[in-house]
T-cell receptor
Framework: AQSVAQPEDQVNVAEGNPLTVKCTYSVSGNPYLFWYVQYPNRGLQFLLKYITGDNLVKGSYGFEAEFNKSQTSFHLKKPSALVSDSALYFCAVRDDGYNKLIFGAGTRLAVHP | EPEVTQTPSHQVTQMGQEVILRCVPISNHLYFYWYRQILGQKVEFLVS????????KSEIFDDQFSVERPDGSNFTLKIRSTKLEDSAMYFC???????????FGPGTRLLVL
């Protein structure tokens, strides 16, 4: 069965510093991986995805993610964090069949001024 | 930019009452989903819907739940007899037939008293 792990409940980073939010996955076939962000009292906003191709995927708001097959990881990164990046970040993997998403537990990112 | 919309944003109901949560998916999308997020927990898949029928459902989606696409635009989730443990944020999502990305609505926060 497909699964996703986000090992950190919270990540704290100073504004202007690079950030990384970690995600590891377990899939039976080719991985289809996603990152979503949830701001307070808002829905899930799509950030980026890896389906195939380049291991470095660029997405919205300056975020990128690196797919690493050998380490089964898909870490979210940003070179320079903003206070406005503070939110809850979810990694997800597409399940087989009718494409439901399986989400990780989420990582709360706190960017301090 | 087209968005998934959901109504109401908040719903408070008494245990045992029926509730209907409404969603308007993006207009050219073909696959529809409901997910829920109990406070402080991960986002969980409930059901997927394609070609006017349920294509997959989770073990959470028992006989108390039903979905319907009554017209060309709305997609509803009905809970026949709500329980305290149904209190959660319910998200609707949709995607096209070709792309993998699911787009989520802002959610309906359901509180069962």
């Amino acid at each position: 069965a497909q699964s996703v792990a986000q090992p950190e409940d919270q990540v704290n980073v100073a504004e202007g510093n690079p950030l990384t939010v970690k995600c590891t996955y377990s899939v039976s076939g080719n991985p289809y991986l996603f990152w979503y962000v949830q701001y307070p009292n808002r829905g899930l906003q799509f950030l980026l995805k890896y389906i195939t191709g380049d291991n470095l995927v660029k997405g919205s708001y300056g975020f990128e993610a690196e797919f690493n097959k050998s380490q089964t990881s898909f870490h979210l990164k940003k070179p320079s964090a903003l206070v406005s990046d503070s939110a809850l970040y979810f990694c997800a993997v597409r399940d087989d069949g009718y494409n439901k998403l399986i989400f990780g537990a989420g990582t709360r990112l706190a960017v301090h001024p | 930019e087209p968005e998934v919309t959901q109504t109401p944003s908040h719903q408070v109901t008494q245990m045992g009452q029926e509730v209907i949560l409404r969603c308007v998916p993006i207009s050219n999308h073909l696959y529809f989903y409901w997910y829920r997020q109990i406070l402080g927990q991960k986002v969980e898949f409930l059901v997927s819907f394609y070609n006017n029928e349920i294509s997959e459902k989770s073990e959470i989606f028992d006989d108390q739940f039903s979905v319907e696409r009554p017209d060309g635009s709305n997609f509803t989730l009905k809970i026949r007899s709500t329980k305290l443990e149904d209190s959660a944020m319910y998200f609707c999502a949709s995607r096209t037939g070709l792309a993998e990305t699911q787009y989520f609505g802002p959610g309906t926060r359901l509180l069962v008293l």
